[in-house]
């Protein structure tokens, strides 16, 4: 379903060579998701820590009277979790619903496929599987995400 | 054929694409299943009263519908079928035909068919292989069986015997050629049973009017739906308390909450009971398998069922519809003797099979009875032996209730040989599991000679249990921060408050095992902070400090305390799943949202005892605590110390136990009272605790006699254990007042006999009506 869904946006970005993201701020650096794959925007919210969780999660989210499972954008980069409240990102996927958390959400714009760049080799290999690509902005990079990568059960295979 | 051409074309314009049609067949299949289980129901029925028209009509409509739709949605074998079973109807309907024994099972037969049919229709949309043409001679031949007088009409059936079998004859066993065949014979039925079509045109139109006016004021609604509305139900909930507290202050907005408030409520409420249905649903198709079963093992049953209309979440009917099977099942072939057995023992030779169902808080109880010849315990412990599911020292040690629970272990059969019935050592365990799964239980009582009983406890509701909040403290970055968790009620058995000062003395150690004595036992104790992980680095009997409460839980069968920080109020929580990953943490059986908005994850207590290991330590404890759950809860005593004597408190009216500074015990005419939230409640003291030192504490029971409540004060509460009846020397009468409890005889408190309050009319007239209502706050 979601590889479907994946490659259908795909096709759409080379034929129109347009593609719609969605900022999002983790620590200092940029990122994007395509915006047609997020299904809510949930602005500061508290997230429930979960005990014993992988250090990916980063909590419980209350999302329409469904709890879902938070991937904490900051614990996958490697960085401190933060305190406080969030912006939370819903996406689906194969496991159901699910969130990211990023420090904040930023503006929705609009990138063209000539500026898209693939991962470069030096990346670490746990990067790479994250990161789905780069589009080189005027005076930043903007690193792409690929919500079927950091979907919880995903996650867990991946890190184990 | 005309008539055809214009149906079909009728077909064409209301129906333009093939969802319509699918969704018409779907229509058709819902109602005919419905049709068919009338008729079940009906046919059990008719062979008590097989006189009854109204029963035969009502049969007759249910097949005459399915014909009648599926004609006109093309499904040529299922019509053949139910136009056969019409015909053998119509002669019973017309009374030309008694309803005989035979005759009813061939129309049960017709009534398999036709169900076998829909289910390949429902599972693959088309009927399926396999021919009639058997089960069409059957019901062919049953019209015969009774050839009524020299009327007219009675060569029609003769006719129709001759045209089947010549089609039969005609047709070779392959497959490709029954269509035609069967066309055939629809042909020359067609022309046949005029009459009687007719007929039962009339009668089932008749019955089309009187469906009507129910099905009017009923809808079939998706259950897809009604879990969506659910939800959505359940975010307005939370939505409404959020809006509660942000317009608390603001005096405009009060009384516009509170209408949300109620409004809201309501509405949870009827969605609640829209998926609720009668366990009628899942009872109808018994008294079919009890006639099949009995008649099969040559045995005679009777099936009386009560409670039909008590109503459950549909999810869960549908999950207790295999258990039920399987215990009506069992019931019929190992609890209920064959007839001869039962005449020697000097019973009626028909066995009694009782269902019954009925709600007892927040539970829904079924129960299958049977008053068969009880469970052979000795039998029962050596198949277990044998099927090597316990040692023979163990087994030696078990009492017989104990024994008796051996038949919930997976493997266990006492079948000699294995039959279709039963015997293939799926049975009870399949219960059990089935029933704990949506948060049930099981229990079972046999008495050798009169009978087994077997109740299922089922929670009202799948989605929403009631829970205790606890809380526990979590040392996140930030600090320290109080983290909430559910606990399910069903296994909380009781709790214990330690204060600062206590807690660091009365958990006591043995190496890096706590325990906690309660009423003399040791109790295992688990630290649910240390378990979540927090509290590392710093060992845990470190000492704790601050306030402390066990909640003592028992989940299957393992005891153990549960210590947490604190305690919040009791609440019915909406039980929502996990993703798949926090599930592989296997400490959490869901989360949910709190009324404050706030996210609490669901423990498992059965998976938490799992995780510390308490079952290996407990092995004794957890038999014997086993043993006085089963005991049952009539004869279960508190024991208690009054003064120098001990005495017995039964358990079922045992409320709870208070422990009080002794300066709250006041006096009402020299009698001692005590004041709890607006109630006033006598104190029964013979031992003159209440005098002692006025700051000193006294614990007082309060218990349950009929409506009203007392108290009893005691010196200490010492026990809970289970008492059994003795008999007056010499006599065959129960010693009424005392229990063997422990192996000592223990006098039984008589609650009724604790004298009420002095009456009203003795106070004193001119007491003046503002201190005389005080006096009775």
């Keep these: 379903m979601a590889m479907t869904t994946k490659d259908s946006s795909t096709t759409a970005v080379t034929a129109s060579g347009v593609l719609e993201v969605c900022s999002v701020r983790a620590g200092d650096a940029l990122f994007g998701v395509p915006i047609m794959r997020v299904l809510e925007i949930l602005g500061k919210q508290t997230v429930q820590t979960v005990p014993l969780a992988p250090a990916y999660i980063g909590g419980l989210v209350h999302y329409r009277g469904e709890v879902l499972t938070a991937v904490s954008l900051r614990q996958l980069l490697g960085l401190s979790l933060q305190d406080g409240l969030s912006d939370v990102l819903v996406f689906e996927g194969w496991d159901g619903y699910f969130g990211l958390m990023v420090d904040a959400v930023g503006e929705v714009s609009t990138v063209s496929s000539e500026k898209f760049e693939a991962n470069p080799s030096t990346l670490e290999d746990r990067h790479k599987a994250l990161f789905a690509g780069t589009y080189k902005l005027d005076g930043s990079l903007l690193v792409m995400l690929d919500p079927d990568h950091f979907a919880p059960d995903q996650l867990a295979e991946v890190e184990g | ?777």
């Design chain 2, 1 to 777: 054929m005309q008539a055809s051409r214009v149906i079909l074309l009728k077909f064409l314009i209301i129906f333009p694409d093939n969802l319509s049609v699918d969704d018409l067949t779907r229509e058709f299949l819902i109602e005919s299943q419905e049709g068919l289980d009338r008729m079940e129901r009906c046919l059990t029925e008719l062979e008590d009263r097989p006189d009854d028209r109204e029963l035969i009509a009502d049969i007759f409509r249910s097949v005459h519908t399915i014909k009648g739709t599926t004609g006109f949605l093309g499904f040529v074998r299922l019509e053949k079928l139910a136009h056969a079973g019409e015909n053998l109807l119509g002669l019973l309907r017309d009374g030309r035909l008694r309803a005989t024994q035979e005759i009813i099972s061939g129309l049960l037969a017709l009534l398999d068919g036709l169900r076998s049919i829909l289910d390949s229709i429902e599972s693959d949309g088309n009927e399926g292989g396999g021919g009639d043409d058997a089960m069409i001679e059957r019901l062919v031949v049953l019209q015969q069986t009774e050839p009524s007088n020299t009327s007219v009409q009675a060569s029609p059936p003769q006719k129709r015997k001759k045209s089947t079998r010549k089609s039969r004859a005609k047709q070779p066993p392959a497959q490709a050629a029954e269509t035609t065949a069967a066309l055939a014979v629809l042909q020359s039925l067609e022309t046949t049973i005029d009459l009687p079509a007719n007929g039962a045109q009339d009668s089932a139109s008749g019955g089309t009017a009187a469906r009507s006016a129910t099905a009017d004021s009923t809808l079939r609604v998706d259950i897809d739906l009604l879990n969506r509305m659910m939800n959505l139900v359940g975010e307005l909930v939370l939505t409404r308390n959020q809006i509660l507290q942000a317009t608390a202050t603001d005096a405009g907005f009060a009384l516009l909450s509170r209408r949300l408030d109620m409004v809201t409520a309501d509405l949870r409420e009827s969605v609640m009971k829209a998926r609720m249905q009668p366990v009628s649903h899942v009872f109808a198709k018994f008294p079919r398998m009890v006639r099949d079963l009995s008649q099969m093992l040559n045995k005679r049953v009777v099936l009386e069922m009560e409670g039909q209309e008590t109503e459950l979440d549909k999810g869960l009917l549908e999950a207790i519809k295999d258990p039920l099977t399987h215990s009506v099942r069992n019931a019929i072939d190992h609890g209920i003797e064959m007839p001869e057995v039962r005449e020697q023992s000097g019973k009626s030779p028909e066995g009694t099979l009782r269902l019954r169902a009925y709600q007892e808080g927040s539970h829904v109880l079924i129960e299958v009875s049977d008053d068969g010849g009880g469970m052979p315990v000795e039998r029962i412990r050596d198949k277990a032996i044998e099927r090597k599911l316990i040692s023979r020292e163990k087994a030696a040690q078990l009492s017989e209730r104990e024994l008796m629970q051996l038949i919930f272990l997976p493997g266990f059969s006492t079948a000699e040989a294995i039959t279709n019935v039963s015997g293939r050592g799926v049975g009870m365990d399949v219960v059990r599991t089935n029933v704990e799964k949506i948060g049930g239980k099981v229990e079972i009582e046999s008495r050798p000679g009169k009978g087994t009983t077997l109740r299922l406890r089922i929670p009202l509701t799948l989605a929403i249990i009631p829970a205790l909040i606890v809380r526990c403290k979590s040392n996140s970055s930030s600090g320290c921060l109080q983290q909430s968790f559910a606990l399910p009620q069903g296994a909380l058995h009781e709790l214990v408050h330690l204060s600062a000062d206590e807690a660091s003395t009365a958990i006591e150690w043995i190496e890096n095992a706590a325990l906690y004595r309660l009423r003399g036992k040791l109790l295992p104790l688990v630290f649910l902070d240390s378990l979540l992980g927090h509290g590392e680095g710093t060992p845990a009997h470190a000492g704790r400090s601050g306030e402390t409460y066990i909640a003592v839980l028992n989940a299957d069968g393992r005891h153990y305390g549960l210590v947490v920080d604190g305690l919040a109020d009791p609440e019915e929580i909406v039980v929502k799943p996990l993703s798949s990953v926090l599930k592989q943490i296997a400490l959490f059986s869901g989360a949910t949202v709190l009324g404050n908005g706030e996210m609490a994850l669901i423990l498992d207590p059965g998976a938490i005892a799992a995780r510390a290991g308490i079952r290996l330590a407990e092995e004794t404890e957890d038999v014997e605590e086993r043993r006085e759950l089963t005991t049952g809860t009539s004869d279960e005593y508190l024991l208690i110390e009054v003064g120098v004597e001990q005495a017995a408190l039964p358990l079922s009216d045992v409320l709870r136990i208070e422990r009080l500074p002794r300066s709250k015990m006041e006096r009402l005419r020299g009698r001692p009272v005590l004041r709890f939230e607006g109630t006033l409640l006598p104190v029964e003291d013979s031992a003159g605790l209440a005098n002692g030192d006025v700051d000193g504490e006294m614990t007082v029971v309060v218990c349950r006699d009929g409506e009203r409540h007392v108290g009893i004060a005691v010196t200490q509460v010492l026990d809970v254990a289970a008492g059994s009846t003795l008999a007056e020397a010499g006599t065959e009468a129960f010693a009424a007042g005392v229990t063997l409890l422990k192996e000592r005889v223990t006098g039984v408190v008589n609650l009724a006999r604790v004298p009420a309050l002095p009456p009203m009319e003795l106070l004193p007239s001119q007491f003046p009506e503002q201190e005389f209502a005080e006096a009775w706050q």
